[in-house]
């Protein structure tokens, strides 16, 4: 993931020839393993759909790494918003979704009360849909040459372009942040109910 630093920062070019291949191999050793874990049978309740949204997070780290891992690509994408949702957005994601997953699974276990599917099957979709439509405008404008690390983009009319997405993003991660409030009323609706 922080390969990307290593070609802008005035290393040995060296270090690109061999990071490069390195880092392509990583991704598709993961490939290979997440497509043997999901060749059984699966059900598909909330605690699994959250697992498999945390390897979708994975999965798209990993294709982002061939971008990364080259350095010619890197050094053109290295400071605009194209490595934003790759960095810690999508990594805090992946940690989130394996609490969900791990909450979803243990909770009848541990207090000896369900939780609602429905609207944990509610909250997997608003979430994961909103996570993949929020990373995909971010990448966007970073490959039209958003840069990033600015305090104000107002001051110049080059970036009046991007506002429409930087408004949607603003919006839909107000969405999503509202969304987890879901999951904390599921979380303590079934906890405080009384059991059938």
Not at 59 to 76: C, E, K, R, T
Not at 101 to 111: N, R
């Amino acid at each position: 993931m922080w390969t990307h630093h290593y070609f802008v920062t005035g290393l040995n070019p060296f270090l690109a020839i061999v990071m490069t291949p390195l880092m392509l191999l990583i991704g598709i050793l993961i490939y290979r393993l997440l497509l043997r874990i999901f060749r059984k049978y699966i059900n598909l309740t909330p605690d699994v759909l959250f697992i498999i949204g945390l390897f979708s997070c994975l999965i798209l780290i990993f294709v982002l790494q061939i971008f990364y891992g080259n350095s010619a690509l890197d050094i053109h994408l290295h400071d605009t918003y194209f490595v934003m949702p790759n960095s810690y957005p999508l990594f805090l994601v992946a940690f989130v979704f394996a609490i969900f997953a791990a909450t979803y699974h243990w909770f009848d276990k541990i207090f000896k009360k369900q939780m609602n599917y429905t609207l944990g099957y509610i909250h997997f979709w608003v979430s994961f849909l909103g996570i993949s439509f929020l990373v995909l405008p971010i990448q966007y404008a970073g490959l039209a040459g958003m840069p990033r690390r600015y305090y104000d983009y107002s001051d110049s009319s080059n970036f009046d372009a991007f506002s429409n997405q930087i408004t949607f993003i603003s919006v839909l991660t107000f969405l999503l942040i509202i969304t987890q409030l879901l999951f904390v009323f599921n979380f303590c609706y079934s906890l405080f109910k009384k059991p059938k």
